[in-house]
């Protein structure tokens, strides 16, 4: 599998060589994560296990494998797989993303993402390891923290009068809450606990106003 990996890697970078694969790419690229549950149905498939997928709104238990995948776009171009990974239906989502995260970021790099480099994923991927990776590759993060205790507190810690409102494109009005949505931002240290691992960066808070 990791040679089938690698040769999907090359083959990406020098399809980019040939090609204006991702326009753009030496000012601003983008590294999107993320896991999907695929089904299978043979009893005997390698790697099959039951894992937790979505289906039509509904948490659901299903056989199948768990493939992980990065993707690399720009603000000009659709995007391209730079790194896959497949796993068993029961792997956690946040399973061999550090290694998948750092081959990502190289093979970025060698398809011209000279410029700024932003790696985006979702909640299930804010650990120390995945983190490390991406900075280490040279690139930024933006990732989605989950709500605890030490959140909880820097958000309180934000002065009601350093709330922004914004009005996102094609926003839409929520007319039970009747709120448009703000947001508000603090510097936040994650990982503390973690010798040697802890980051300190901007932690943007949204909420809601009337």
């Known amino acids: 599998m990791s040679q089938l ?41 390698q790697g099959a296990r039951f894992g937790h997928t979505k289906i039509q709104g509904k948490s659901l238990l299903v056989r199948g494998l768990n493939a992980l995948a990065a993707v690399v ?8 797989i730079a790194a896959t990974r497949l796993r068993g239906g029961n792997a956690a989502s946040a399973r061999g993303a550090a290694s998948l995260a750092a081959h990502a970021i190289s093979t970025a790099r060698a398809c011209g993402c000279t410029g700024l480099l932003i790696a985006r994923l979702d909640s299930a991927y804010y650990n120390a390891a995945v983190i490390g990776a991406v900075r280490r590759g040279g690139a930024r993060f933006s990732v989605t923290v989950p709500m605890n205790s030490s959140i909880r507190a820097a ?22 809450l009747g709120t448009w949505v703000s947001d508000a931002e603090v510097e936040y240290t994650a990982f503390a606990s973690k010798k040697g691992q802890a980051v300190t960066a901007r932690l943007v808070a949204a909420g809601s106003w009337t």
Request: a negative charge.
């Open 155 to 176: 958000i309180a810690a934000i002065g009601e009068d350093a709330w922004t409102p914004i009005r996102y494109p094609r926003a839409i009005w929520d007319d039970q």
């Open 5 to 45: 990996e690698k040769a999907g890697r090359e083959f990406l970078t020098e399809l980019a060589r040939q090609a204006p694969l991702l326009p753009g790419a030496e000012t601003l690229a983008f590294i999107d994560i993320d896991s999907m549950q695929k089904r299978v149905y043979g009893h005997h498939k």
């Open 73 to 80: 776009s720009t603000p000009l171009s659709a995007p391209v």
